[in-house]
């Protein structure tokens, strides 16, 4: 009889684990959630301020400058890619 209980004991700290684990499983989860909301934030702030970012900025403004001046049109398509330039025989 005592072995029994004894064993009953066992299984109610196993159990009792078995659901603290649960829960901190769940607490766990969201902490990763945000930290990895945090670190794309991060990255993207970080991408935004880095040089190539800065690069890629004077590069794109210095072809629409080029652009402009041949009245090449770049129209965006509805999700927002660009088409293809259209020359409109004006120069």
Do not use: C, F, W
């Not at 009245?71 to 999700?79: A, L, P, R």
Request: aromatic letters at 6%; a positive charge; hydrophobic letters at 25%.
């Amino acid at each position: 009889m005592e072995k029994i209980q004894e064993k009953i004991n066992s299984l109610q700290k196993e159990l009792e684990q078995h659901n603290y684990s649960q829960k901190e499983k769940a607490i766990l989860q969201k902490e990763l959630h945000s930290l990895n909301t945090e670190r794309q934030a991060l990255l993207k702030e970080a991408y935004e301020y880095s040089e190539v970012y800065a690069k890629m900025k004077q590069v794109i403004q210095s072809y629409k400058k080029q652009i402009n001046p041949l009245n090449i049109s770049m129209k965006k398509t509805g999700n927002n890619s660009l088409q293809k330039p259209t020359y409109d025989g004006t120069t």
